[in-house]
Structure formats: structure tokens, C-alpha cells
């Protein structure tokens, strides 16, 4: 699938990104990508961001291919079994391991547990080697319990802005890669 042919919908973690994070930077370049507003970027409640999740997927009539960072994976992991059919992939980065993690703030505790079902669509699941929000073998876990393919981005931190990735062209050719298997 090209990537003029979807909808990319944008999925950030706590605290909604910040201008100049890759997210924004990509959004910003594809004609076709938006940025999915959660009620509450401080204080999520679960329900609340599954249902925005799903909204925003029923709400566009292309396919659409999700682009989750940190604790929007989770909430992706969570929305899966109820999203419409038209969403035909997920780039999946930086996930938190809400329930392991010593550095998890409590904000996100409503997320718990993280659900392992298969996804209904295709994913990709990036991870990195110095991530303090998830050690690669729990990164693995989840990619293994979704179906996602992993890539292991090295020593990459949160794949932030706070790590250095602010275009992150490396991810651009990622996402490129899990599109050219989406139909």
C-alpha cells in the first residue's frame, strides 16, 4: 500500500508529544496524517483513549494505518479487537511495559494489564536496547503475542525528543517497509 493511499492516524503517548518529536514531524509531512487528540494527555483514562482511537478509525472512509509511540501502544493493544476493518496496519514504538517498568509513572496504572491477543491487522513493533520504560525481552514478548514484526533500533532510549530522534528518518524507513506489506 502507498502511503498516499490511507489515512495515517497519529497516536502519542502521556503527555501528547511536543512539537519537533518525530510523530509531529511526520504528521507535518504527510498530506494525509493527523494527530489524534486524547481528552486528557496528563491523566488518561483508558476507556476514554480506546474510544477516541476507534472514533478517529470510523471516522475516515480510506484505510487507515495507526503510528503509536510509548503508552499509545498500549491503548492500540487494548483498542485492537474493537477497531473497524478499515484499519489495515500498526508502526508501533517505544512501548511501555505499564506493569514492569520501575520508571512507568502512575498516571498510566489504568492501563494495566497489557492485553496479548493477536491484532487483527499487521504491525511493526520498534523497540530499543536502552529503552527504561521496556527491556527489549519484554518488547519481544509483546511483538510475539500481537503477531508484529520487531526491529530492534539499538541503543535509541524512548525514541524521543529527549533521546534525539526528533525527524528519526531511520523510523520513516521502518514505516515504509511495514506499509509495503499492507494491502
Known sequence: MKISECDILVLPGLGGGSPGHWQFRWAERMANAA??????WNE?????WVDTIDQACRLTTRPVVLVAHSLAVSA???AAPRLPDNVRGAFLVAPTDIELSPAVPPEVVPFRPIPRDPFPFPSMLVASTNDVYCSVDRAVEFATCWGSDFHLAGEAGHINLASGHGPW????????RLMQRLR
Open 35 to 40: 494527530i489524534v487528540e486524547q481528552a486528557d
Open 44 to 48: 488518561p483514562e483508558l476507556d476514554d
Open 76 to 78: 492500540v493493544a487494548h
Open 169 to 176: 528518518p531511520e523510523g520513516l524507513l521502518m514505516f515504509t
